[in-house]
């Protein structure tokens, strides 16, 4: 399930974040900005569940023990990223939806279901959030970035286990 999740989140962060390049290029005489929006915020949503599902799953299903070779602060490093990467991908869709929201915009997810706006109209309040959801986006950066390098020294360099236990596992023939 943890594995299941780890990709799930990995393939819509890759997704939300085309789209969000995307929408600054799109016209919007064509509609395909507003569809681009709503693409990019229902998959936001989708983050924000599947990682507070994948932080539920985890209080109950311990991941499988490091390796004892790794030294202490390489154990922090990776439980910092970790914890820094659920909040980010928590604080990333909830950024967004208070820009929309104090924008006055409700946010629909994929047309199936509308979330209205819970907070005041506030241009001020739009902004801030606006900016804390761009800054926000290079923050995940990084953490992404060093969460994937320390999985390819782990599996190319130390060949420790650490990559293989979020490999997709294959089926015996």
Do not use: K
Not at 22 to 29: H, M
Not at 55 to 61: G, S, Y
Not at 156 to 173: C, E, N, Q, Y
């Amino acid at each position: 399930m943890a594995r299941g999740l780890h990709w799930l989140v990995a393939g819509l962060a890759v997704i939300v974040v085309a789209l969000g390049w995307a929408i600054p290029g799109a016209p919007r005489e064509t509609g395909s900005r507003e569809l681009l929006l709503l693409l990019h915020r229902s998959c936001g949503l989708l983050i924000i569940a599947t990682i507070l599902f994948r932080a539920f799953w985890r209080l109950f299903h311990s991941p499988p023990p490091l390796p004892r070779s790794l030294a202490r602060i390489e154990i922090l490093a990776a439980h910092s990223n970790h914890l820094l990467l659920y909040i980010f991908f928590v604080l990333q869709p909830l950024s967004g939806y208070i820009n929309a929201a104090a924008a006055g915009h409700s946010v629909s997810f994929f047309g199936i279901l509308t979330i209205p706006p819970v907070l005041a109209e506030d241009p001020r309040l739009s902004q801030i959030a606006n900016a804390v959801h761009l800054a926000g986006q290079f923050a995940i950066y990084a953490l992404v970035g060093m969460h994937v390098a320390a999985a390819l020294m782990h599996g190319l360099i130390r060949r420790d286990g650490v990559l293989d236990r979020m490999l997709p596992r294959r089926r015996a023939s």
